[in-house]
């Protein structure tokens, strides 16, 4: 913590800020029209506890990241490629906050039973379409992971290791 580099560090938010206000447009103009959109945007950027929470936190990213996934999810037609994208945010998530797996768990959960329940969701989406956006929405999801693990295990390997240094007594 220091004290010195706040400001800059809280700039840096600014952009993330910008992007969460804009994805927040995004979603709401289809599904309530543009004024109402503006109106959410407008509302959620003078809320205080939205402008408290952009402190310098990996949360942020993590916001956006979800308001990301959602964007992707409720742009359009179930595709693998959509489900591919949805994926990769996915893990993009797991990358930002190990608490991911639970909201990916619920999201799982609640897709689940929207396929279950909704007869509509069955007839637009297949079985064999299903799996195949299952395939690659998975393939998506363990790319990142699967990359900052091979980084982090290269960045540790690269180190020297004390335990194996002969003792000088």
């Not at 003078?46 to 990213?61: E, G, H, K, N, V």
């Not at 359009?76 to 591919?84: D, F, I, S, Y």
């Not at 999201?107 to 956006?133: F, N, P, Q």
């Amino acid at each position: 913590e220091r004290p010195d580099i706040l400001v800059i560090m809280r700039l840096v938010m600014l952009p993330v800020v910008a992007c969460v206000l804009w994805v927040v447009y995004t979603i709401a103009k289809p599904l309530f029209g543009r004024s109402t959109a503006l109106w959410t945007v407008l509302l959620l950027a003078l809320f205080p506890s939205f402008t408290r929470a952009f402190q310098y936190r990996p949360l942020a990213l993590w916001l956006l990241v979800w308001l990301l996934i959602i964007s992707v999810l409720i742009k359009g037609p179930w595709t693998a490629r959509r489900a591919l994208v949805a994926g990769l945010l996915l893990g993009v998530t797991i990358g930002v906050s190990l608490k991911s797996v639970l909201m990916i768990a619920a999201l799982a959960g609640a897709g689940i039973l929207l396929w279950i329940l909704d007869i509509e969701a069955r007839r637009m989406l297949t079985r064999k379409r299903l799996l195949v956006s299952l395939a690659a929405m998975a393939g998506g999801l363990v790319v990142v992971p699967l990359a900052l693990d091979r980084k982090s295990t290269r960045l540790n390997s690269s180190h020297t290791d004390i335990s194996r240094m002969p003792s000088s007594a």
